[in-house]
C-alpha cells in the first residue's frame, strides 16, 4: 500500500510539473471564476407598474446589491424616482434585519406585495423559500403559510383581486386569505409519490413545469397538474461527502423506453371542494400534458397534450366544470413538434396564436378556438424564434427573428391578419443579440442588447419608433476591463458541413497573430438539439475563457451542425431525427477539415475539441469518430450513451429504443470508444442528477477492457453545473486549461 501509494504521487508530480499554465492565464482564471471580476450587471428584477405608466427595480445602498434593498419606483416617460418600498419597512420585527428580496410580485391593483426570500434551490432553480405579503395601506408584513418549516413554499401568486395568495407545501395546494389569514388545504393527497402543484424530475428538467397550478381569470378556481410517481424507475445518487457514511438521493427518473409518472389535470374551487379531473383521452404513462392555460371567460382550460412519441400535440379544451375535453387544432410532423410557450387568446378568446412548422419554418398562426379555421401570419422563408407581445386591440404581432443571419436576434412586428410585409423594429445599426421586455402598453420596452464583442447594456426605448429614453445598466466597468480581451481578433465565417450544407462558425485568434505561421486550433462544440454555440451575443464567462486561451496562443473556433436550434428552417433543425450524435459527428468534422483547408495558418497536427453535458457527447463522438483529425479532448459531464438519459428529451429526437436500437447506438460514443487515439480527458460530477455519473463509470469500464489510456476527473457531489462549493468553477477551467496546455503544445510556428 506505501508503494502504491509514492508511485501515485510521484504520477501526480511528474503529470502536475508538466502541466503549468501561464502566470498570466491563471491570474486571468482567477479574476473570471474566482473573483468574477467580469460579471455583467442585470437589469431584471424590473416590474411593469400602472399598465406600463411606470416600473419598480430593486436598488441597494450605495449602488451595492448584497444588502438589503429598497423598491423604487420610475415614471417612464419622465424619469422621476421615488422610494416605493424602503427596506426598512421589511423587517419581520423592530430588531431584525430587512428581508433580502430573492423575487418579488406586485398585486393586480398594486396594493399589495408578495415578497420571495429565504430560498433553496431545488436542482436547477431556488423554487422553495418562504412568502411575506406587504400591504401598501398599512405598512404590515406578514409571513404566509403559518407555522410552517422555514423556506418549505413554493410558486405563491396573488389571486386575481389581489385578496388571496395560492401556494404549495409538501405537495398540496393551499389558498390564504389576506384579510384574515386563514388558509384552505385544496389538496390532501400529496406525498412522497403523489405530487400537486408542482412537478416530477422530467417535466421539470424538459418541459421546464415547476410552477405547476394556475388561477382562473375570475379567481374562483385553480387548475393544477397532479403527477404520480408510483413505478418510475428511481435513480439513486450517493453523496458521501456530507456525513460519515453516504447518504442516498432517491429520484424518480425515466429513461427512454421506460416507466414515466401518471400526469393528470384537475380544476379545484379556490374555496375548497373535491377536484374535477379532465378527461383527457389514452394512458396518462404513455402521453405528456405539457402546458394548460384557463380561457379568459374561465370556462375551460386549454391543455398542451402530446403523444409519447412527441411527433403530436393536440390543443385540448377541457370544460372546468365537467371535465370533458375536445380537441381544438392538431399541430404532427414526421419528426418532432415542439411545446408552444407562445400560447396566447386574441379576440377575448374566440382565437388562439401558434407556433408551427407545418410550412418548413416556424410561423406565427393564428387558429380559431373552434379549430375550423387557421391562418399564417408571418411569412415562409424565416422563422420566428419567440413571441413577445399581443397588440389585440391595434392587431400587431411583436416578435424575435433574424431572417438574413442566424447567429443574430431583433424585433420584428408583423400585422395579425398577416397582410404587409413583416417590420423590423430594432435599428439596422445594431447587429448582434436583442431581448425586450415589453410594457403591457406596448409603448415602451426595456432593451438588452450585446454582441460576441460587445458586454450587455440595458436601456428603455419606446416603441414602435425604438427610440432610447435612457440607459439603465451601460456595464462600463465591464466594457474598459475586456478591452485588452477584444483587439479585432473576432470573426463570424461560414463553412460546409458534411452533406455541402452550410455552418455559421466564429473563430477567436491569439494576441500578434502571424497569418504565415501555423497555430493550433481548440474547438468548442455542442451540437445537441437544445442550443447553439455560434450566436452573434456577449458569451459571459465562457466566452471570457475561450478569449484567455486564445492569449495564451490557440485559435479558439465553433461551429453549429445540422439539428442545432438555429433559425434556419424546419429541415436543418430535424435534420438529426433518429440520428443525433451521428450528424454532429460528420458535420463539425467537415467542417474543421474545410477550414483547415482554406486557413493555412491552422495546424492540422494541433487540434483539441472541447464540451460540455450533449457537447461532452459530442467530444466523445469526434474523438473516437475522427481519431486521425483530433488529438486532444476533454468532455465534461458527457452522456456516453443516450438510453441512459431521460424519456422526454432522448424520445423526443431518437424515437424509443425498441423502435430505434440502431440510431440509439449509432448515435452513443461508448459504442465507437475503440477508435480513441488522442489524449482524452473526462469530467464529471458525482451527484449529477441531470446526466448521470453512471454513464462515465460504464465508459470507463469499456475504455479499461480496450486498454485505451486517458484521464479523468471526478467532482464528489457536484450537479451537472459542477459549480457547488468555493473554488469550483475556477478549479474545472484550471483543470481544462493545464491538460489543453500540457497535451497540445501552444503558439504560432
Known sequence: MRLTLLLVLVCVEVWGQGARVPSALDAQLQSIFLK????????????????????????????????????????????ERSIL??????????????????????????????????????????????YWVWERATGALRKLGGAVPASSLMFAKFSPDGGRVAYVHDNNIFVEELRTGAAIQLTT????TIINGTSDWVYEEEFAVRDGFRWSPDGRSIAYWQFDTSGVGEFTLINNTDSLYPQLIRIPYPKPGTK????????????????????????????????????????????????RQQNRNDLLLADAATGWTQRAFRDEDAAWVDVVDDFHWVDGGGQFTWLSERGGWRQAWVVSRDGQSSRAVTPLGSDVVRFLRLDDQEQWLYYIASPDNATQRYLWRMRLNGQGKPERLTPAEQPGTHSYSIAPNGRWAFHTWSSFDRPPMTELVSLPDHKAVRTLEDNAELRRAVVPFLENRTEFFEVKGS???????????????????????????????????????????????????????????????????????????????????VASSEDQAAALRALLAERKYLDSERIAVWGWSGGGANTLNL????????????????????????????????????????????????????????????????????????????????????GKPFD?????????????????????HSLLARYLWGHLDAGGR
Do not use: C
Request: glycine fraction near 12%.
Open 189 to 192: 393527497d400529496g406525498s412522497g
Open 36 to 79: 468574477n471580476a467580469y460579471d455583467a450587471k442585470t437589469f431584471r428584477q424590473a416590474r411593469w407598474v400602472e399598465g406600463g405608466a411606470a416600473y419598480t427595480t430593486l436598488e441597494g445602498q450605495g449602488g451595492r446589491n448584497d444588502g438589503p434593498r429598497d423598491i423604487v419606483r420610475y415614471a417612464t416617460a419622465a424619469g
Open 499 to 581: 452533406n455541402g450544407t452550410t455552418l455559421n462558425g466564429w473563430m477567436i485568434r491569439p494576441r500578434g497573430f502571424d497569418s504565415s505561421k501555423k497555430y493550433p486550433v481548440l474547438v468548442h462544440v455542442y451540437g445537441e438539439p437544445a442550443a447553439t454555440t455560434v450566436n452573434d451575443a456577449w458569451a459571459g464567462p465562457r466566452g471570457l475563457f475561450h478569449r484567455a486561451l486564445a492569449e495564451t496562443g490557440y485559435v479558439v473556433v465553433s461551429f453549429d451542425n445540422r439539428g442545432t436550434p438555429a433559425p434556419k428552417g424546419r429541415a436543418w433543425r430535424k435534420a438529426v431525427y433518429g440520428e443525433v450524435g
Open 260 to 307: 414515466n409518472s401518471a400526469v393528470r389535470v384537475g380544476v379545484v374551487a379556490a374555496k375548497g371542494g373535491a377536484t374535477k379531473w379532465m378527461d383527457v383521452p389514452g394512458d396518462s404513462r404513455e402521453q405528456y400534458i405539457a402546458r394548460i392555460e384557463w380561457s379568459p371567460d374561465s370556462k375551460q382550460v386549454a391543455l398542451q397534450h402530446l403523444n
Open 623 to 706: 474523438m473516437f469518430r475522427s481519431p486521425d483529425l483530433y488529438q486532444v479532448g476533454m468532455a465534461v459531464a458527457p452522456v456516453p450513451d443516450q438510453k441512459l438519459y431521460d424519456t422526454i428529451y432522448q424520445e423526443r429526437y431518437m424515437g424509443v429504443p425498441e423502435s430505434n436500437k440502431a440510431g440509439y447506438d449509432r448515435g452513443s460514443p461508448i459504442h465507437f470508444a475503440e477508435g480513441l487515439k488522442g489524449s482524452l480527458l473526462i469530467v464529471h460530477g458525482t451527484g449529477d442528477d441531470n446526466v448521470h455519473y453512471q454513464g462515465v463509470e460504464r465508459l470507463i469500464n469499456r475504455l479499461v477492457e480496450l
Open 85 to 130: 418600498v424602503a427596506a426598512s419597512a421589511l423587517k419581520p420585527s423592530p430588531d431584525a434585519p430587512p428581508l433580502m428580496i430573492k423575487d418579488y410580485t406586485w398585486s393586480a391593483d398594486g396594493q399589495r406585495l408578495l415578497i420571495f426570500t429565504n430560498t433553496r434551490r431545488v436542482w436547477r432553480q431556488e423554487t422553495r423559500g418562504d
Open 712 to 732: 479523468m476527473m471526478a467532482y464528489p457531489n457536484r450537479s451537472h453545473g459542477i459549480s457547488e462549493g468555493h473554488g469550483t468553477s475556477y478549479h474545472l
